[in-house]
């Protein structure tokens, strides 16, 4: 079976920058919207920002003006651009993307990744 990896996860001081990257574990044959989850502990998982395979965009109102989403339809790849950190975006990031893959017999379904973690702290 397919999966998504993230990577690109780690500990970065306050108002640092950190790039995530979420591909799929082999080839396959599309990736469609995307969107980048995160969850603290004992908070529930909240969207930070998504993408359309069109390239339009939107944002978690806690990560305007400091995250960046951003695609690679040719590489079937996404990246989450994070800069200014602050202590309060230390969680586990998720990447969740349609995508088509030989499996699914050309329809497009819902993946997860196992997610990567992000402290920041000084």
């Known amino acids: 079976q397919v999966q998504l990896v993230e990577s690109g996860g780690g500990l970065v001081q306050p108002g640092g920058p950190l790039r995530l990257s979420c591909a799929a574990s082999?080839?396959?044959?599309?990736?469609?919207?995307v969107g980048w989850y995160r969850q603290a502990p004992g908070k529930q998982r909240e969207l930070v920002a998504a993408?359309?395979?069109?390239?339009?965009?939107n944002y978690a109102d806690s990560v305007k003006g400091r995250f960046t989403i951003s695609r690679d339809n040719a590489k079937n790849t996404a990246y989450l651009q994070m800069n200014s950190l602050k202590p309060e975006d230390s969680a586990i990031y998720y990447c969740?993307?349609?995508?088509?893959?030989?499996?699914?017999?050309?329809?497009?379904?819902?993946?997860w990744g196992q997610g990567t973690q992000v402290t920041v702290s000084a």
């Open positions: 082999e080839s396959i044959f599309g990736m469609y919207a």
């Open positions: 969740n993307a349609v995508i088509v893959t030989r499996y699914g017999l050309g329809y497009p379904e819902n993946y």
């Open positions: 993408i359309r395979r069109g390239g339009s965009t």
